[in-house]
Structures are given as C-alpha cells and as structure tokens.
C-alpha cells in the first residue's frame, strides 16, 4: 500500500506536472531551465529555445527562393520582445508583448541587392505541431531591485516564452476559512506588483491557482474577484482518465525525480501500482485549458484588451462563440449562413461575447472577406459596443445616420460597423442598394425585443442573405420562443442560475415593501418605530407631525416623502458604510424629480436624477420660473450646471461608478438597461415593471463588486408581492418558461431564515466548553488549527445572513428585540474572539473580505456610540441661539434635559476624534444626573453643572493636562487615549512621560501624512511601524510594564483617531 501525503507537492504540484507531460510538455529540471536562460535569474525567456524557433518557424520567400533570416534580425526579434519596458505598468507592456506574439514581427533584410521588409513571428498559432511546449516547476525569478528569489510553483513554456503560469496549494490550506486556491491568487497578484517579479507576467496570458479539488484561471492583472471555474461543456470522462493514467517513459521520469528525494518517485510509483485514480477538478481543467492547441486557440482568439485591462474569455464566451463558429462555417442549400440567437444573462460578459465572436469571425478561415455589423436597439447601447471594440483595439465605425450607414456599407474595408436598429429604415429605403453577400454577420443585441417587429423586415430587405446572430441579456417570452426560429433558434445559453453558481453575477435578493399610505394603521406605526429608533420624543412628534398634516402635501407626495425617509434610512443603514450605491427607478421624470427633493432633506444621501430632456413644446411657455413645469425648471439647472444633455449624462454616471458620490441614481428608463456599475447593489423600485424590463432592471444589481455577496431588490410597488410562489406565477413575469427564471431572484426572507441555524451552528462549536464565557477557554479550543478554520466559516456565515437580516424591515419589525439584541451581541462577542484569536496565533488577516465587509456591519448596528438624528438641533457651539431656545424652555429641568441631549450628541458626533476628552464629560453628565436622581442635586444644581459641561466642550477645556500639550490637541488626543490604556491595565508612568508619548505620537502621524492618506494602507503601515518601535523603546528606557496588548490596543486606537480627525 502506498504512503500517503498531504504535502503540496505530492497532491497537487507533481500530479499536475504529470498530466502537463502526458499533454505533450517536455519536463525540465529547474536547473536546465536556468541553464536555457544564460543562468541570469533576472530573465524570463528561454532564450536559446527562443533562438531555434525563430529560425525554424521563419523564413524568407523571394522570388521563388527561400531564405533565412539574418543572425542579426533573429537577435534582434529576441531583443525586441525580452527588452519591453515596464514604464507605463504590466498591462501596458503586456499588450506590447500580446501584438508582438500574435502580430509577429517585421524585420528588413537585404535580398539579392533589394531591401525589404518581412514578417516573423514567434509562434505558429495555426499549426500548434509547429511549436516547442516545455514545463518546469519552482521557477526561480529574481526580484525587481532586489537579489530575493520568487520562485512560482509552475511555468509553461511555448517556444521559451514563459505563456502561462500555475500556483498550487494543498487542499487544506487557506486563511480565515476560504479555499486554499484563493491563497494561490494572492501569490499571483502579490508577485505581479512593481516590486515583484512583474516582468514574469509581462509574458503571461493564461494563470492558474490549483489545489487538486479546486482551480481557479484568469490573466495577466485580473482582479481577484474576477477569477473563474472553467467547466468544460463537453468533457469525456475517459479522455482524462486515459491522460492521467499513462505511466511516464523511463526519461521522463528520470527527468521528473531525478533531482527529488528517492522518497518522492517511491511515493508516486507505489501510487501508480495501487491502480487508477479518478480525475480530479485540477485534473479536468488542466486537460482543458492547456492542451497544447486549446491554449493557443485562447490566447490567439480569446484574449482582449478592453479600456487598458486585459480580458481572457469565460468558459461560457468561449463555448457560445465555438458554437457559433461551428454552425456559421458552412452554407445551407438557399446560400445563407444559419444564424441563431444567444442568451447569456445580463452581467455574464455579453457585450465582450460579441468582440470575441467578431473577431473569431474575422479570423475563420473558411470565411472569406467577413464584414460584421453590431445593431442594437438603443443609441446608449451603441455606443457603448463601439466604445467596447474601440477599447480592444479594433476600428468600428459608427453609422450615426441612416445615410452614413448607407455609404459604409457600399464600401468594401470597413469589417466592422455598429448602428442602431432604426437606422436601417433609410438604409431599407434607399432604391437600388441591396447586399447580397452571404459573408455579411449582422450581430444583433437585445434580439428578442425590436428585431421582431416590422424593422426585422427591413434589416432582411438591405441584407437577404446575411447571417443574423441575436444576443440577449434575459430569457425570451414564450410567445417570442417560436418567432426565433428566424434567427436559427436558441445557439446557446447561459443561465440566471448558472452564472450565480459559478459566481459570474451575485445571486439577487427581493424584499417587498409597501409606502405607509398603502398599509393600516398598526403597520404604519411599526414603520414609523423602525426609522425613528434613533430619534428623541420631541423629534418623533415633529416628524409625525410633518406626515399627519393633510393640508401640507396630497397623498401622492406624503407617499413620495415616507418612501423617500425609508429609503434615506435603509440606505444609509446597511449600503452607504461600504461605500456601495443604489437605483431608484420611478414611474415619471415629475415623480423623480419630488424623490431627489425628499431625500435631499432627509440629507442622508446624495442623489442625482438622471433623465431626458423634457419636450419644450409641452407646458406653460411662461418665462417666469415659478410658472414653469418643474420637469423644465428642473432640466434648465441641469443645463446651467453642465452645459450640455451629454456632458449631464456623462459626468453624473462616470461619478456614480466611482467611489464618492452620488450615492444614488434616481431614473425613469434611462439606465435601467444596459448600464454596468459594479458598486450599484440596492435597486428601489417605484413603477410598473414586467417581462424583460423587470428582469432588465434587477440584473443592474448584479455586478460582482468588493463587499458585495448579493444585489437587493426593494420593491414599493407590489410587483412580485411576498415572492412565495413561482415567479412565472406573477403577472409581471407571467409570458416565461418556469426554468428559464430559475435562480432569477430569491425572497430575502429565504436568506433570512438561514440565520437561526447559522447562529446555532456558531454558538454549537463551542460545546465542549464548560464556560462559554470564559474567553481564555474558548481561544485555547481554537488552537487547533481546523477548529479555527470551522470558527471563521461559521462566524462569516453568521455574520452575512445578519447583514442580511438587518437590511429588511420585516426582519425588524417581526422579530422579538430581545431576539435581535442577541444576535448582535454574538457577532460583537466572536467578533472579537476572532480578533484576539488571530493576534494569538499569528495568522495573517485577510482584511479585503471579512474586515471590510463586516466591520461596518458591527460599527453600524452594534456600537453604542452611533447615533444619527435627522433633524439638525441647534447646535451647543452656536450659544447665541442656543441660549434663545433654552430661554423659551420652562423650568431648570427642561433647560438641563435639552443641554444634556445636545452635549450628549456633540459628544457623540466626535467621540472619536478625543476619546479620553469626550469621555470625561460623557461621565460628567452621567454622574450628574444620578445626583440628581438620588435627590443629591436640585433642579437649579443640575443646570448648573450641565452649564459647566456645555462651556467645557465648547471652550475645549483641556486644563487638566500637563501643561507641554496646552494648544495641541491632536497630541492631546493621544495623551487620553495612553492615559485610558496605561490606567485599565494597571500599567505605571508618570504623566510627564505619557505627555511625551502623545507629542512623539502626534509627531509620527503629522511626518507621515500625504493626500488622501486615509485610503492609503502603505502609509497607515508605516505609521503603525514607527509607533510600534517608539513604544517599545520607552518601555526599556523608562522600565515600563508595558505589554504586547497594551501597545496593540494603543497602536489601533490612536491610527482610528487620526484618521476620524481627517475625515
């Protein structure tokens, strides 16, 4: 029986060099792979190989004469593709090196007496037997400026040109619960830095993390979220087997072990003897993305660059595409090319889907002289397509007039047009012009909605034998399913559901809500609980009273605000802490207009209407502004502020993708289709939507983004209801198959009712523990390293669900509060068990997945400190008016209940800014009104005293400290929060000292700071690094007990006052 391991090489390394060898890649040793890189580590290309291959692969013909290539030409086309500089960053030299290998090269040479220029190129994409494939593993590549090593775990090469690179890891690896592949991407996206080994990647078209049950690829500076499955469509299971069973010839596994322990081959050939194995998911897709014709098939056809980012195609691009290509090939009996249409869901890539099928098309060799044409049936989105192919490095051209499509079309060099569908009506109209071409692709996007109506007639009658290839976002109608025979029917298709599964979109989540007018009266008040929470009596009676007074707005317009102050409170609640943003869709420009009125004085989100321009000819045509319709009032600011409708359009959606605001775009069709802005989650809607445009709508959430796990769905309309039935059950979604909508949208109350069993399943891990209060207890529990692992996978679970929970106001309201506070208790106790658990056991933390996510979510909904008002008190700082209102007050008390509350809020506005300052005076006002309650302090003393408060944060009254920090308040500020720490750790220093340590502090901070420094981690870091070593250097010079925890805790409190006070 053979031994078995866990280590990374023995599950996934080796094997995987295995399967590469049986696909046809010669092995070789790392020291023979330095060898063919003149032992310089510093250099990435086998040169050597290189050299051979250019001289095989190129030649000159001459007037029926063959000649080689020039010893200086075959250096010099070495040189031009190894010397490519990384002055304008890895994706700038990455395309440089794209072209070079797919293009070639043109060198001049003289020739019997002519000299000419004549094209080499570096790899034969046509005839993949033509080329030279090697594979080596621990890859060593010297760091830029530096002697470090990186050395990736695996490098294939084609022709010695490093194409694709591979991180493996062992399955039970990974930080804070995620698959070990995901460790393998951070080392990717770690060594393309600057400071790394970038150019290693400058090369790099296909990069794999693998781990024997996983893998992940993506290319050259792909995000990390942007990492994918490849799920071959038509993989034979014994194609595989037959690879990975095949034995190694004696050379190649001398070659394989030779330089490895005898133990390794022992292991392998003992594991080899017990039988076959099964394939693995790193198996299958190493067999499918790097058999040596299928990699070169995707480098050459499916890789683009789109506005300066690098692209490779998703399975389902690729499949749609090869599909296509396979039906379009030949000609039927009438002469015509069978079309059809693809349906891949909106978010899937689509747009992309159509540049890689036109140039796949312009690529087909059995099709000659191709010319494609993109028509869509919106100007935004054709502009758009354009804008796509421009940024990919093709050269569209643009009909804008049905004149000019005209005239492209009767020319024969522009391969490529885009137009918008009714342009074709004058193009259909103008006598004597038909194409007849058979090599005409007319590539129609959203083709299940304009395309069968009188103007499919129209684009057949200037193009009767052109081949028509429909794209669509969203599933066809059934009515519209039978139709499509036109197009050839369904070429492929790629699913809501599936592209939810392999994490291509966020999966969507629909609350349904109703406006307080459209509810009864027990509804309305447990409305009005839920968004007052945080409001003082005499705040709620004001803003029930703005809401109760009938003459003050119609019911239309009451309906408007409430809905507009649920909106501000959500919103801002769950969505704004992230830096995430929202759609509000509604019915009319008049209705948005009223919308961003509302929420502009709720005054907690910033929103932006995006409209059309209203039609002039309609309305009162008086010049007095009053008098003018408020769509055209509102339109003519809109003018005054940008100019134009497009730099309107332009400026406000290019801000919205942007981090920043606007929070919120409010609009009636525009961007409803078509529209892509990954941080766009929350999607309000307030008007009738059905059929393609709901499905439209709600895919404009689904983007994948950074603290994003889903896209909301908030519907003030009714238009699913309660969603407890099938979708195609509701009369909006009523024309579809059930299947096609499947995985379309999910109630949240499903979600939610995860949440009492992730909560269990949390509190459940712990059961072994006699106390589970006992915090030391439970952090020697999670000393196993599996114990943690399950910790972080349950408290991450636990923790979503919540948020989800807490985003919907049914969960609020129904829940018993008792129920509620538990839960949020529990996240903040294991919140910070993880925390001391990580420090404990030195693990690395992941701060982009679950610190981003959920620390707003514990800020927001667990601390104590957190208040927000929506009225705006007079403020204790203005004490003019401030004394006015008090005087209008009777009685001390009232006088000292409204000084109270007021200092209370300006204590907790910048709590953070001075902790220790606000504190005392917190405490004050607290021990104050005990006095008082314990009849220690009349009314006439309670004023007093709270007088004494207000005047002291007014007057920022810092007389109790030493005399060094008088006038500094940032140092004073760190003095406090020493002072605090020193004290509730029983930790003894003279205040001269902490003194000292607030203005060393401050000092640090001030040395350090740059624009924007708050977004800057790198500079935090090197804050955090000088305060570290400044803290420990006093504790030796003045022998202070100061501990590891002390100077952490103090470490993070002094950063998060900084960046409070910048902020």
Known sequence: MHSRSWREEYVSQIPALQVLMQLGYEYLPPEEALSLRGGKTNRVLLESVLESQLRKLNSIQFKGKEYEFSDSNIQDAIRDLRDIPLTGGLVSASEVAYDLLTLGVSKEQTIAGDRKSFSMRYIDWDNPENNVFHVTDEFEVEKVKSHELRRPDIVVFVNGIPLVVIECKKPTSGLEGESSVWEAVSQHLRNQRADEIPNLFIYSQVLLSINKNEALYATTDTPKKFWAVWQEESLKQTDVSQVINTPETNDQASRLFGHREPAVRKHFEELRASGERLPTEQDKTLYSLLRPGRLLELIFQYIVYDAGVKKIARYQQYFAIQATLDRVRNLGSDKRRRGGVIWHTTGSGKSLTMVMLAKSLALEPAIKNPKVILVTDRVDLDTQIWRTFKACGK?????????????????????????????????????????????????????????????????????????????????????????????????????????????????????????????NKKAIDQWFERVTLDLTDDQKGDLKKKFSRAEAVNQAEQRIQQIAYDISEHFTRIFKPNGLKAQLACSSKETAIRYKKFLDEVGLVEAEVVISGPDTREGNEDTDEESIPLVQQFWKKMMERFKSEKSYNTEIVESFKKEGPPDMLIVVDKLLTGFDAPRNTVLYVDKALKEHSLLQAIARVNRLHDDKDFGYIIDYRGILGELDSALNTYGALEGYEEEDLDGTVTAIQEEIGKLPQKHSDLVSLFKEVKNQADTEALEQYLEDELNRKEFYELLSGFAASLKVALSSSSFITDSPEEKIKRYKDDLKFYHNLRASVMRRYSEIVDYSEYENRIKALVNRHISSTEIEELNDPISIFDTEAFEKELQRLKGDKARADTIATRTKKTITENWDKDPAFYKRFSELIEEAFRAYRDKRYTEAQLLEEMRKVQKAIVDKDHSDLPEKLHGKEQASAFFGIVRDIFQNSSIEAGEDILADVGLKVDEIIESHKIVHWTQNQDIQNKMLIEIEDYLFSIKGRHDINLTSEAIDEIMEQVLDTARKRDT
């Open 395 to 519: 050269t569209p051209v643009q009909a804008d007039s049905g004149r000019h499509l005209v005239e492209l079309l009767k020319k024969s060099d522009d391969a490529i047009i885009t137009t918008v569908i009714d342009k074709f009506e004058q193009a259909a109209s103008t006598r004597g012009h038909v194409d007849e071409d058979a090599n005409i692709f007319v590539l129609v996007d959203e083709s299940h909605r304009s395309q069968y109506g009188s103007m499919n007639a129209k684009m057949e009658k200037v193009f009767p034998n052109a081949c028509y290839i429909g794209f669509t976002g969203t599933p066809l109608l059934k009515k519209e399913k039978s139709t499509s025979a036109k197009f050839g029917g369904i070429i492929h298709k790629y699913s809501i559901n599936q592209a939810v599964k392999d994490g291509a979109v966020v999966p969507l989540l629909y609350e349904g809500r109703l406006a307080v007018t459209d509810v």
